[in-house]
């Protein structure tokens, strides 16, 4: 049986013509995060234009649990963004590859910035911040 409270993340990726799809689509995560409705968002990223962390592209993560990612994916895919999704464990490696899903094509991940097994600093952080 599935823990539905288990911590998720979504990165969701955008091209500088996606952007206001992508701004669209966070507002939308920010509105549900602050009316407390299915799906339920603990937090919502700020946009990175840039590289962040493993992710090489622009893009913005939200924070979520399990309970709620048929809700967030039916989301994203609705706003023909690409994404990220992935539980968060203590094995990051392992979050953004063997466990993570794929909504659209797969970006490259820089591997080698994420944090080895068992060091996932991400718990520490989930719901309280971005990169």
Do not use: C
Not at 6 to 23: D, F, K, L, M, V
Not at 92 to 116: C, F, K, M, S, Y
């Amino acid at each position: 049986m599935a823990d539905r409270d288990a911590p998720y993340h979504a990165h969701i990726y955008y091209s500088a013509g996606q952007r206001p799809a992508a701004e669209r689509l966070r507002d939308e995560f920010v509105r549900l995060g602050a009316a407390g409705s299915e799906p339920h968002i603990l937090f919502v990223g700020r946009m990175t234009d840039g590289r962040a962390g493993p992710h090489p592209i622009a893009q913005y993560e939200i924070h979520f649990l399990e309970a709620s990612l048929p809700g967030v994916t039916e989301a994203i895919e609705a706003s023909g963004l690409r994404a990220l999704v992935h539980p968060l464990t203590d094995d990051d490696l392992a979050d953004h590859t063997n466990l993570a899903h794929w909504i659209g094509e797969p970006v490259d991940l820089d591997l080698a910035v994420l944090d080895p097994p068992g060091k996932n600093q991400g718990v520490a952080r989930f719901g309280k911040t971005d990169f």
